[in-house]
């Protein structure tokens, strides 16, 4: 995967065994020796991508058993997860490869994180492991991977294979009780409303256990880059772990939603973040002092009749605007303006400025 061709252990042959067991052993001495008992190991476990079926060890050993190169990845799986149980350590793994695996071959407490997306499978596959009994963490790529782009922008940094944008309030609006509600606020990657049935609906009971936030490092380069991809929406992600929205519709299995439906009410979402934003806004103040280089979000902007009015994404933003090359200067109201006007917005503690965008009366 991802232009590697040696990154994955050989599943066919017990010195892999070996070495995990040891890895395993002395990790677990480590947590006991800081007083923190090791609960939980996540193996990974994904993006195999049947590495292993020209191996003549495996060749060997599916001739002997009669597992076929599909049934690899969740023979290693199914062994090391018991090897965890017998060291009463929970296993948890991507969920890709965790449904592979077989229950009746499964510990009984197993952790699993749904990487698919509320448009590509997500819903059914998170359903279909918190019905088997798990453990279920939602780190869904379109609102969980602060590795994708605050903003549709060619300035903005990330990818975009999961989403074209995750910004604070995508963040604080996800709904990880109903899944399928999402479909309501949220398009497919092209925004366009691609409906989200629920065929493989929960067991009466059955909820997921938590949402976990990821930002993938491959192409960060500074710290500076790690504070700017995290925050401030990681605030808003970590208000959604912590308690259950009010606009959160009642899961019932088997509803169907499609982006603009009506079915979940955004003027309540938007009257919650108005006031979850300006708790925000008063804890970028603590990131300032905490010298974390959070994202300064350009401010929204529009010239009408010769005006240029502006607004921030977060109250209280210092705003600035200048026209030609002129000294910046600070918004406080709507001002008279004549010609393009660029408009960007500053940190809490007025020493950092974002990123300056460009607007006119034709916009």
């Known amino acids: 995967m991802q232009n590697y061709n040696d990154n994955t252990l050989n599943v066919c042959i017990e010195p892999t065994y070996r070495f995990l067991d040891t890895v395993i052993d002395e ?23 049947g590495a292993w079926s020209q191996s003549p060890a495996c060749r060997a050993m599916m001739a002997r058993t009669g597992l076929k190169p599909t049934q690899l990845g969740a023979h290693f ?35 699993t994180n749904i990487w698919g997306g509320l448009h590509t499978g997500g819903v059914a596959e998170a359903h279909d492991q918190v019905n088997r009994g798990w453990r279920v963490v939602l780190s869904m790529p379109d609102f969980a991977y602060l590795d994708m782009p605050n903003a549709v922008d060619p300035e903005e940094r990330g990818y975009d294979w999961g989403t074209r944008e995750i910004d604070a309030w995508k963040a604080f609006a996800f709904m990880p009780g109903n899944l399928p509600a999402n479909a309501s606020i949220r398009g497919n990657i092209l925004n366009q409303p691609t409906p989200v049935s629920d065929g493989s609906p929960m067991a009466a009971g059955s909820s997921v256990a938590g949402i976990q936030a990821q930002l993938w490092s491959e192409t960060i380069r500074s710290d500076e880059q790690v504070d700017y991809m995290l925050f401030p929406r990681l605030l808003a992600f970590a208000e ?31 009257a919650a973040w108005n006031e979850f934003a300006s708790r925000a806004a008063a804890a970028l103040a603590g990131l300032d002092r905490a010298g974390i280089a959070y994202r300064i979000a350009p401010p929204g902007a529009r010239i009408v009749a010769g005006r240029l009015a502006m607004n921030s994404e977060l109250p209280g933003v210092p705003l600035e605007y200048r026209t030609g090359k002129g000294a ?20 809490a503690d007025g020493r950092r400025a974002g990123r300056a965008v ?5 916009r």
């Open 240 to 270: 959604r772990a912590w308690r259950r929205p009010e606009w959160e519709p009642v899961y019932v299995p088997g509803t169907s939603y499609s982006l603009g439906d009506g079915k979940v009410d955004v003027r309540t979402i938007d």
């Open 27 to 49: 990790v677990r001495a480590l947590h006991r020796r800081a007083g923190t008992p090791l609960t939980t190991y996540h193996i990974g476990a994904d993006e195999t991508a």
């Open 77 to 111: 799986i199914e062994r090391v997860a018991a090897s965890l149980a017998a060291r009463n350590i929970r296993v948890a793994g991507w969920s890709d490869g965790m449904g592979h695996t077989a229950v009746d071959r499964m510990p009984g407490a197993v952790q």
């Open 358 to 362: 460009m607007v006119d009366s034709t």
């Open 328 to 347: 910046w200067q600070r918004y406080t109201e709507p001002v008279a303006v004549t010609g393009p006007v660029q408009v960007r917005s500053r940190s």
